[in-house]
Structure formats: structure tokens, C-alpha cells
């Protein structure tokens, strides 16, 4: 009888990480692919109305800027939806599941020190950790030539921070391409909307580059 009961959990468990894994691959391909695209395809709406002197050009412009937008706003919320819920892995699993597949992927080792209490912050919330830290070792594994990245998500005093240290080649002007820039202008919106702040720079070592993310909380929100 425990054999069958084992047998059954072991299913469960099976088909809740193939579930996880499902929406972990639909939130990359939205994050990685789609959102950049819309992003890129945005600013040239924003060109192109700004330049423009036909009037009809300027409409339609406009009409795409509205069109675009809307679409952002979707991708954003499904990519809310997509976050682990109360019944699967926590944020802090999550991430880990994350550092395990980019060291797989790519041979890059990850470090990490995360506090348990990110899994009690808003789905926003979670949402923008999870996302500039995927967006970040996402970057390290293709352009830094890094051997090992660290990873902090610390709730100090009323705010969160996150940084993701890498030992690679370091952010140079070769680096500033218009997807990287896109890239970073989304991390910053990302900010923007908790009412924080996000910057990449080079190590003070000269080797590497660090991605803070820090925003505020409502410190008795993480006390549940």
C-alpha cells in the first residue's frame, strides 16, 4: 500500500516539474524573443512618428505605438501567470532550477545566497527578480566568457537587492549593440514600476561586469 501511495506522489511530482518545465521554456521564449522585438519594433514606431511630416504617416504611426504597447502590457501579464504559483516550486526553487540549467547549458558555475522571504513578495515582484536575473546569466552565458557567476536576492531592511557578479571579459563599447541596449532599457522600466533602480557596470577590478537590482518594500509584507 505505501509502495502505491510512493508510486503515486512520484507521479505527481513528475508531472508538476514537467509542468514547471512547460512554462519555464513558453516565459524564456516571451522574454528572450518576443519581448525585444516588440521593444525594438516600439522604438521605431516612436522614430518614425517623431520625424515624420506626412500627417497620415504620423497617425499610423501613432496607431502602432498603441498597438505595441497593448501588446507589452499582454506579454507582461502572461509572463506574470507564469511565475511559479503557491502549489509548485517557490521563487528561490525556481532561480535554482535556473542556475542548474545555465551551468548545464553552458558550463558556467553559479554561486548563489538567496533569502527564503523573496517567495512571500508580490507576484511583481518576484516577477522582475526572476526576470533580470534570467536575463542577466542569459548574457553572461553568451558574451562574457565567464568560469563562475554569483548570485545575490537579499531582503535588507525595506528593500530588496539582487546582484549578479560575473569573473568575465567585462562590458566594453563592442557591447552596446541596439538589442543589448534594448535589453537594458526593459531592465530599467522593469525598475522603474517598483520604484527602483537598475545599472550594469564593469568590476572595480577591471574584470567582470555587475547587475544591481534593488527596490523598496513595505517591510511588515514579508512577515506572513
Known amino acids: 500500500m505505501d509502495a502505491i501511495k510512493n508510486g503515486i506522489r512520484d507521479e505527481k511530482s513528475i508531472h508538476q516539474n514537467d509542468k514547471e518545465k512547460q512554462k519555464f521554456d513558453i516565459a524564456s521564449v516571451i522574454h528572450d ?11 521605431d514606431m516612436y522614430w518614425i512618428e517623431k520625424i515624420s511630416e506626412c500627417n497620415t504617416v504620423k497617425m499610423r504611426a501613432n496607431q502602432c505605438v498603441d ?10 501579464t ?7 504559483n503557491e502549489e509548485g516550486p517557490g521563487l528561490s526553487e525556481s532561480l535554482d532550477v535556473m542556475f542548474k540549467k545555465i551551468n548545464l547549458v553552458s558550463g558556467i558555475a553559479v554561486s548563489s545566497e538567496i533569502d527564503s522571504r523573496i517567495n512571500q513578495l508580490g ?16 548574457n553572461v552565458s553568451k558574451h562574457s566568457h565567464a568560469k563562475h557567476v554569483h548570485v545575490t536576492a537579499k ?16 562590458l566594453g563599447c563592442g557591447d552596446l549593440s541596439p ?7 526593459m531592465q530599467n522600466q522593469r525598475a522603474e514600476d517598483l520604484a527602483g ?3 550594469i557596470q564593469n568590476n572595480s577590478n577591471g574584470e567582470g561586469t555587475k547587475i544591481l537590482l534593488s527596490f523598496p518594500i513595505e517591510s511588515h509584507l514579508i512577515y506572513l
Open 33 to 43: 524573443e518576443i519581448c525585444p522585438i516588440l521593444t525594438f519594433l516600439l522604438h
Open 67 to 76: 498597438q505595441l504597447t497593448h501588446a507589452m502590457n499582454r506579454c507582461r
Open 78 to 84: 502572461v509572463l506574470l501567470d507564469l511565475l511559479p
Open 123 to 138: 507576484a511583481e515582484q518576484q516577477s522582475v527578480i526572476y526576470r533580470t536575473v534570467q536575463e542577466a546569466l542569459s
Open 155 to 170: 531582503i535588507i531592511l525595506d528593500e530588496v537587492q539582487v546582484r549578479v557578479v560575473d569573473d568575465g571579459i567585462g
Open 179 to 185: 538589442a543589448f541596449c534594448i535589453g537594458v532599457k
Open 197 to 199: 533602480h537598475f545599472s
